[in-house]
């Protein structure tokens, strides 16, 4: 059973470029999550898809953006890159369910550089 | 007022000791509560949940909840070197629909 699979691991940007990232959740999770985690800091939520719409979303300013395919499967776009950006993206997938939605299994996460 | 406030520095315990690890949060509505442990350079890993008032324990693993001062702790016995990570506080509120993490607390076991 595949877990949460995210790439790329590793990416290099320069300022003003855009980038995409992407998550493949965990088998029969259909909810997923974006987070930011600065260096030195705690996970910072950006948003959540479910049934392919935006459900949540955080203080993050219109340059992120985000979808989630048929598949469960979710992309983040983040346009106009900043030094601010550079930070690991972790992906999360749940279940949806009263009682369980909340515990997130979390990706590798994938390293934004941006020079 | 931050939402989930860990704000102890890096602690360091002995190889065998026991270590304590607090965490504060401010949406008295909050129902369910985690320890995620992260190892540098990886992603956060489910180590421990609660729901309930009281303690809980899995294996050197022991998660405290009093919701009525809004705070909950993570004991770990027996500390060992494998232990050496940040552990991360998360809380879920229904109201928010989504889980909201504190900074994290970097734990170092001394062998």
């Known amino acids: 059973d595949a877990g949460v699979t995210q790439s790329p691991t590793h990416l290099i940007k320069t300022r003003g470029q855009q980038v995409t990232l992407r998550c493949s959740p965990k088998s029969g999770h259909d909810t997923v999550s974006w987070y930011q985690q600065a260096l030195g800091q705690g996970p910072q939520f950006i948003f959540q898809?479910?049934?392919?719409?935006?459900?949540q979303r955080g203080n993050f300013p219109d340059r992120f953006s985000g979808h989630q395919f048929p598949n469960y499967s979710s992309e983040l776009n983040v346009n106009a890159l900043l030094l601010g950006d550079s930070a690991l993206y972790l992906c999360?997938?749940?279940?949806?369910?009263?009682?369980?939605?909340?515990?997130?299994?979390f990706g590798s996460g994938t390293q934004l550089s941006v020079l | 007022q931050k939402e989930v406030e860990q704000n102890s520095g890096p602690l360091s315990v002995p190889e065998g000791a026991i270590a304590s690890l607090n965490c504060t949060y401010s949406?008295?509505?909050?129902?369910?509560f985690f320890w995620y442990r992260q190892y540098s350079g990886k992603s956060p890993e489910l180590i421990m949940s609660?729901?309930?008032?009281g303690d809980k324990e899995d294996g050197r693993f022991t998660a405290q909840l009093n919701k009525a001062s809004q705070y909950v702790s993570l004991l770990i016995r027996d500390s060992q070197p494998s232990d050496s990570a940040t552990y991360l506080c998360?809380?879920?509120?229904?109201?928010?629909?989504?889980?909201?993490f504190g900074k994290g607390n970097q734990v170092v076991v001394i062998p």
């Open positions: 898809y479910y049934e392919e719409e935006e459900r």
């Open positions: 609660i729901y309930s008032n």
């Open positions: 999360a997938s749940s279940e949806t369910g009263v009682v369980t939605n909340e515990k997130l299994f």
């Open positions: 998360a809380v879920y509120s229904y109201g928010n629909n989504r889980l909201a």
């Open positions: 949406d008295r509505g909050s129902q369910s």
